[in-house]
């Protein structure tokens, strides 16, 4: 009698189990620059509009534009995430809400943005889930 060539139900599952964690699994893109107005939030806002023209979900976690107008233009469209506040020393501050980004289930494929140069007073508040986000 002949072999069955149908494949194995096992290698399947493990298979489709592979390229479902593949396409879960996010990825970093880091925009470094040598000081202050280089470009790196304008860089970094250019390629949240082409993400978000390929259908890409996009979340603007905190901004810094320092006044230019061509990279407020940049966040034309795009969703900007509330910041918390909180208060240290007697003064209001404030940050990106990193519980609130956590607890945010985007879709697989997102393209979240956080710009500013000076992102590590995050330390200040000690949130849960982030000590310092470096701009």
């Known amino acids: ?25 996010g990825r970093l893109k ?34 810094e534009t320092h006044g230019r107008k061509e990279t407020e233009a940049l966040l034309e469209g795009l969703a900007i995430s509330p910041r918390a506040q909180f208060e240290y020393k ?10 609130a980004l956590v607890l945010w289930q985007p879709p697989a494929e997102t393209f979240a943005v956080r710009t500013g140069e000076k992102g590590a007073r995050a330390a200040l508040r000690q949130a849960s889930r982030c000590r310092r986000w470096l701009g």
């Open 1 to 25: 009698m002949a072999r069955d060539a149908r494949p194995d139900p096992d290698a399947l599952l493990a298979s489709i189990k592979k390229e479902t964690d593949a396409a879960r699994r």
């Open 90 to 99: 007697g003064t209001v501050l404030e940050e990106m809400d990193c519980d």
């Open 30 to 63: 880091v925009f470094f620059g040598m000081c202050p107005g280089v470009g790196k939030t304008y860089a970094m806002l250019q390629a949240a509009q082409q993400k978000t023209k390929q259908g890409v979900e996009v979340v603007v976690g905190v901004v």
